[in-house]
């Protein structure tokens, strides 16, 4: 039902803008000087093409160079040439990106209202400021931003209806999102508008053939930008484990084979009892254990802090540029609030057995590293659990006989 009200609400607003777009064009028809028409042509030319070439960057915003060609057809040819390009340029962008009708119309009457409102603004205030120096450029500035405000407020309000929020929230949110690129947008118009204004037809086919390989140039851009964020999630999902989010022993592998790094402590964790928990409440609470681990561990560290499942009940947590009393710290640090995690019908609390090595104190190799923090896991075990040892050269003598020299 809800849906059903924002689709009808959304036809009523296309119907509008279209009728006011048509309406509006009729009032402020003036017809174009025929002597300057190769040069519209060439300019209409440039700003269809870069309207049909849209960049998307991240999920939810699209930028064109387009906007940035509209601004010399507004100031050096007036209102009518410049709505009847925009209105063909959203009938062409439609057209490309095969959007659904009622948005073709939309694009079509939305843009021509943005060059209208931008071209009165303009002729308003060239008159008291002038065509040229400061004060043209003024007017030119106020017009490229009522032209970006108009643009973002009637888009907004399509949006604001399909998501059921309000329209100045909405607005709010555009405008914050595209605040760099509308400045850009209107540096580069400005700059295309004295072009055209001192070259003519050559200004534009020079200036816009930059623009086109400008625009080329940031898709391709945003497309290996797209394609490496993507490449980087994939490997993420391949290192991480799904059940708690820790990363798995595949990336410890990774970790274990770089050889960057000159001082980190490495935590064992290893759960106390865990099995004995496990029957006593089943697999499912142990598993939620498990991951309230995972998160506690994550709040107890830096966000540059590694946590890795090393497999079962045991954890490991790789610390960079720490080193051993630092890492003791840390040790103790998250041994407490492991202590503090309470379920509603657990009948103690959890506890955990840890053993700290580090590099360069305890050896150099990583391999090495990962072995004597947890043969220091198991002396901690072995002195009554609940309890961190540091290594040293007795318990790799003792790890075997399950003894606690450490």
């Known amino acids: 039902m809800e849906q059903q009200r924002a689709e009808s609400l959304q036809r009523a607003v296309v119907f509008l803008t279209a009728a006011a777009a048509l309406v509006l064009g009729v009032v402020f028809f003036k017809h174009p000087g025929w002597q300057d028409w190769p040069v519209m042509l060439a300019l209409g030319a440039v700003f269809l093409y870069l309207q049909t070439v849209m ?40 057209s490309v990106h ?30 008291p400021l002038g065509t040229s120096g400061l004060g043209g450029v003024t007017a030119m500035v106020a017009g490229a931003v009522v032209y970006t405000f108009v643009n973002i407020l009637l888009v907004s309000r399509m949006v604001s209806i399909w998501r059921g929020v309000g329209w100045w929230s909405q607005t709010r949110i555009l405008l914050a999102r595209s605040f760099r690129s509308s400045l850009s947008a209107i540096l580069i118009g400005l700059v295309f508008t004295f072009f055209v204004k001192s070259y003519g037809f050559w200004g534009v086919v020079g200036f816009g053939c ?64 865990y099995s004995v928990f496990n029957n006593t409440y089943g697999h499912a609470e142990g598993d939620r254990v498990l991951r309230m681990l995972v998160e506690t561990i994550k709040q107890s560290v830096r966000p540059q802090d590694k946590v890795i499942r090393y497999g079962g009940d045991e954890f490991v947590v790789v610390l960079e540029d720490i080193g051993v009393e630092g890492g003791t710290r840390v040790a103790e640090r998250i041994m407490g609030n492991i202590r503090n995690v309470k379920g509603t019908h657990w009948s103690r609390p959890i506890t955990v ?31 009554g659990k609940d309890r961190l040892r540091i290594w040293n050269r ?8 399950r003894e606690d020299p450490c």
């Not at 053993?355 to 004597?372: E, I, Y």
Request: with cysteine; aromatic share 10%; net charge negative.
């Open 55 to 94: 960049v998307r960057i991240g999920e939810r915003a699209d930028y064109s160079l387009a906007t940035a060609s509209i601004f010399p057809i507004i100031y050096l040819y007036g209102i009518t040439p410049a709505m009847v390009i925009s209105a063909l340029a959203g009938l062409a962008d439609g």
């Open 98 to 127: 095969k959007k659904q009708c009622h948005r073709v119309v939309f694009n079509a009457s939305q843009l021509p209202l943005a060059a209208l409102t931008s071209a009165l603004i303009y002729r308003a205030l060239r008159f």
């Open 210 to 273: 930059l623009l086109m390989n400008l625009s080329g140039m940031l898709k391709a851009a945003v497309e290996v930008s797209s394609e490496r964020a993507r490449r980087k999630e994939l490997e993420e999902e391949l290192v991480i484990d799904e059940m708690t989010g820790a990363y798995n022993f595949r990336f410890l592998n990774q970790w274990l084979h770089d050889s960057s790094g000159e001082t980190v402590t490495v935590l064992f964790f290893d759960i106390d009892d």
């Open 353 to 383: 057995s840890v053993g700290v090595a580090s590099k360069p104190a305890h050896t150099t190799d990583k391999h090495q590293l990962l072995l004597f923090s947890d043969q220091a896991m198991y002396a901690a075990k072995e002195a």
């Open 394 to 401: 007795a318990c790799a003598e003792a790890a075997a006989y």
